[in-house]
């Protein structure tokens, strides 16, 4: 899967060091032949406990986690959607990607300026998404008085295209997001083919001090970010920028340590990988054999053969049927063989939605 989250920020909020531990953490460039990795492009491992618990079980030659995409998008100033600073790159660039997790800065740190002279997340927060819904509102204006020539002349579909303009037009005039305008599915439909930037899904990354990511809950600034949150139905990571960088510089057993020190089950960093990801609608499919246990990401709602395809297009073109069980009857059953046994391993056809957690083997012939 090509879905990316792009991480977005005003300056010195923790943007470019959240997005260092990112590449520094990143998955083994190796397993991925096919990645063409740009300079601002970090591809990491998902974290997922299954995926060990199979190779315990399979004990399989190789293990290959599957992995995900953040792009770090050009900074941000007031007046971006007008080109000012790197305005243009940043529109451009957020363009580009399917999520948005926008970096806030919830730390006091007097070496460390902020933009705009005082520590305001939620200032911060409108800053950005006034230039999202300026630079939409450009977008939809055009096309609403484009519309709006056409269904003069009573075309159905020109009505139906400027009755969405129209909603989206009055929603973005009142600062609400593409995504929080109440649409119908097949206003939906229409809505889509502008590709606007409030119309993708955001969570709020709130970055504090080292201090503070044990008892985030007492931070003020978090607070507020969660309080804004929650209006705008999106999630909040709680992250320390500065603890992740560390952290990634680390092996697997010394990060674990080193987390167990901080009183802190799973670092910032996975927390955000797995957010993201769900964002996106994304789950993970399994393959098992002797040779490798592999993860692969799937777009929920995906049928057998289309989830095939991603391994290669000939199991989709040729594909006859999934062999299928779930990743939770597998444990149970504690091996594959004791599963069949147990009837729990199913044979699925073309219209079969695959399910996250699913161990599947393909049966196909081209």
Request: charged share 30%; proline share 3%; with cysteine.
């Amino acid at each position: 899967m090509s879905l990316t989250a792009g991480i977005v920020g005003l300056p010195n909020v923790g943007k470019s060091t959240l997005f260092n531990a990112i590449t520094r953490a990143g998955a083994e460039s190796a397993n991925y032949p096919f990645c063409t990795i740009d300079p601002n492009v970090g591809i990491v491992e998902v974290p997922d406990e299954r995926l060990i618990k199979l190779t315990e079980v399979v004990k399989p030659k190789k293990t290959v986690p599957t992995a995900f995409e953040f792009t770090d998008i050009a900074g941000i100033v007031k007046g971006a959607n007008k080109g000012e600073g790197l305005g243009n790159q940043f529109l451009s660039h957020i363009r580009q990607v399917d999520a948005i997790c926008q970096v806030v800065r919830c730390f006091e740190d007097e070496n460390i300026t902020h933009v705009s002279g005082k520590i305001d997340p939620i200032d911060d927060i409108e800053t950005i998404n006034l230039e999202l819904i300026l630079a939409d509102l450009e977008t939809v204006t055009r096309r609403y008085d484009r519309a709006e020539k056409l269904a003069r002349q009573k075309e159905k579909e020109a009505v139906q295209e400027f009755n969405v303009m129209k909603k989206l037009k009055e929603g973005l005039e009142e600062e609400i997001p593409a995504r929080a305008v109440p649409l119908t599915e097949e206003e939906m439909k229409i809505a889509r083919q502008l590709h606007l930037l409030t119309a993708k899904p955001i969570l709020y990354v709130a970055n504090v001090s080292e201090d503070d990511i044990t008892n985030s809950d007492d931070n003020e600034y978090v607070k507020q970010v969660r309080q804004f949150a929650e209006k705008d139905n999106a999630e909040v990571i709680v992250v320390s920028a500065k603890i992740e960088e560390e952290i990634a510089e680390l092996d697997q057993d010394e990060k674990e340590m080193f987390l167990q020190e901080l009183g802190i089950e799973q670092s910032g960093l996975d927390q955000l990988i797995t957010a993201s990801y769900e964002l996106l609608g994304l789950a993970t499919y399994f393959t098992a054999g002797e040779q490798e246990v592999r993860a692969w990401t799937f777009k929920k709602g995906m049928k057998a053969p289309q989830a095939a395809g991603i391994i290669h297009t000939d199991f989709e073109r040729g594909f006859i049927r999934a062999e299928t069980v779930s990743y939770e009857d597998l444990m149970e059953a504690g091996a594959m063989v004791q599963a069949r046994e147990n009837g729990k391993v199913r044979l699925e056809g073309k219209d079969y939605l695959v399910q996250d957690g699913d161990v599947i083997h393909f049966r196909f012939n081209v």
